[in-house]
């Protein structure tokens, strides 16, 4: 009941939005670039105050700065790059990359992914194919199966590119799977674009009606959909991809998560990297600078004084940081309303080197390089649950990712690196290392003593490497039914802001988070035709 009257506030909610925005917004400008994958175009936003920080304009050397050099802020740079504008990244760590890097967190020659580890959008977003990174020497794997995920008793379901060999293994529900992502799987690459974008129409009828059914089902909580299948196998499958969202499954929009991803998972097998998520970031940044891009580390921006003399800059940061860093730049109640941005559960990481592989009870789930380690559909959704409000789960859901299986420049012989975390309470302190690896030992008995050595990164952890993962949130904050077209706040454009030469790039913009690098795309879009427009 409560999933019901929370999903009717919604579309009430959600028809006053659109009523504005579908009056306004010139969706023929998106449809008509989008088979050149253009962003949804929007009508500038009004005019400032008088700026009280340095940001010069039409007498500036740089066109563009980006701040933070994150998979979306160098996105953004590239994009506006390519498009033969001057651009000058800073980012305040010391390598670029942001949550896209890689590292010997274990044992020397075990390469452990920081953030990021699978990207089930990494290749088939529209900014990422439509880049050559294979010359920069990015090389993708594709395990056998994209996800595995045992249940007790030795059972396992795996996810394959073919729906039909998926649903072979889910009994009665295999018609009831094949009629929910059969259709989705064959449109995938044609509604990636919409999916993956700020909110429109398309004017195409076939788009448009793909969309439709998309949201239909998407807007849903997880909880609805799993209603068309009677057995653990399949529900589980749909709990542990709902899951992603950090939402509780019986949330609306948590049903969106679960379809896209497995979408994804059918369409283009959820690969990663060869040699460490870090190898995304190296490929990115020297396509920037092919393309004549700045970039300086280690430098700190607190506000806007700190950078250089640009026409216009994009932000690759949180909303909070936004705030902070433009300060009366932009206006109080615009201030006000980004410092209010929500931020969902936060994540407890665990590297693990182990000797030999992990014994898994079903050997098929070594065939994987995602696994989803939770048992039952109601066993996630009330993980999930606790960790929405604030509790610590004794059984919590738990991703692992074993890529060293497939890539053998991730782990000595013999040996493997393994990453898993699971959802806690946003900021939480707690160490939950053991129950993880209960988990894991739950569907792999003996995988203990194969351990050789951990490292455990807390939320507090996770934020103080990054700033954008506030309380340890590394999805940009909550896609929820209030900021899912509306993040950060609600505007025409969720990627401009009162200040018409201020741009948000970050996760906290459309399509959230994950690397796809759209965020970007679409921010330096909107930058773009603010330049054009100048």
């Known amino acids: 009941m409560r999933s019901r009257l929370a999903l009717v506030r919604f579309l009430a909610g959600l028809v006053r939005c659109l009523a504005g925005l579908v009056g306004s917004t010139p969706l023929e400008s998106y449809e008509a670039h989008h088979d050149a994958m253009a962003p949804l175009a929007h009508p500038p936003a009004s005019t400032s105050t008088p700026a009280r920080d340095p940001l010069p304009t039409r007498d500036s050397t740089l066109d563009a700065v980006v701040v933070g050099a994150g998979p979306n802020g160098l996105a953004a740079a590239i994009t506006m790059a390519r498009a033969g504008r001057s651009v000058r990244v800073i980012e305040g760590a010391a390598a670029p990359g942001g949550g896209t890097r890689s590292s010997e967190a274990t044992l020397p020659g075990f390469v452990h992914d920081t953030c990021s580890a699978i990207h089930p959008l990494g290749r088939i977003s ?3 194919a439509g880049l050559d990174l294979a010359r920069h020497g990015l090389r993708w794997i594709e395990p056998p199966a994209a996800i595995a995920h045992p249940l007790d008793g030795g059972r396992a379901v795996l996810v394959t590119r073919d729906v039909e060999t998926t649903a072979r293994l889910l009994g009665r529900d295999r018609d ?15 509604l990636a674009p919409d999916l993956l974008a700020p909110f429109h129409v398309p004017l195409r009828p076939r788009r448009a009606t793909a969309l439709a059914w998309f949201g239909f089902h998407g807007l849903q909580p997880a909880s609805w959909l799993a209603r068309r299948f009677r057995d653990d196998e399949a529900r589980a499958v749909l709990a542990g991809a709902a899951a992603h969202s950090l939402l509780r499954l019986d949330e609306p929009v948590s049903g ?19 040699g460490g998520a870090g190898r995304i970031s190296d490929a990115l940044v020297a396509e920037a600078r092919s393309l004549g891009v700045e970039i300086e580390t280690g430098r700190e921006v607190r506000g806007l004084a700190d950078l250089p003399a640009s026409r ?9 940081a936004l705030a902070e860093i433009a300060g009366n730049r932009l206006p109080a109640g ?9 931020y969902g559960p936060g994540v407890f990481k665990l590297d693990i080197a182990i000797e030999g592989s992990i014994p898994w009870q079903n ?5 994987a390089g995602t696994v989803h380690l939770g048992g039952t559909f109601e066993e996630i959704a009330a993980s999930e649950a606790a960790a929405n409000a604030g509790r610590h789960h004794p059984r919590p859901f738990v991703l692992l990712a074993q890529q060293s299986l497939f890539d053998r420049t991730r782990a000595p012989e013999g040996r493997n690196a393994i990453w898993a975390y699971c959802h806690v309470p946003n900021g939480s302190t707690m160490d939950v290392s053991g129950v993880i690896l209960a988990q894991i030992e739950r569907f792999a008995p003996g995988f203990r003593e194969r351990i050789l050595a951990t490292r455990s990164t807390t939320p507090a952890d996770l934020e103080a490497y990054n700033p954008n993962n506030v309380g340890g949130d590394m ?3 909550r896609i929820d039914i209030r900021q899912l077209f509306t993040r950060p706040v609600a505007r025409f454009d969720p990627y401009t802001t009162p200040d018409p030469r201020l741009f948000l790039c970050s996760s906290s913009t459309p ?21 054009d427009g100048s």
Request: include cysteine; proline fraction near 8%; glycine fraction near 16%.
């Open 126 to 128: 529209p900014f990422f």
């Open 176 to 190: 009831p799977y094949r009629g929910l992502f059969g259709p989705l799987a064959r449109r995938f690459r044609d």
């Open 256 to 274: 969106a998560a679960a379809l896209l991803l497995l979408g994804s998972a059918h369409a283009d097998g959820w690969p990663f990297p060869v």
């Open 312 to 320: 216009i800059a994009l932000l690759d940061t949180g909303p909070r």
């Open 334 to 342: 615009y201030r006000r309303k980004l410092r209010g941005y929500r």
């Open 363 to 367: 050997e098929t789930v070594a065939l």
């Open 475 to 477: 999805s940009g904050g």
């Open 511 to 531: 399509p959230g988070g994950g690397v796809h690098g759209m965020c970007g795309w679409h921010a330096a879009h909107s930058a773009l035709r603010r330049l």
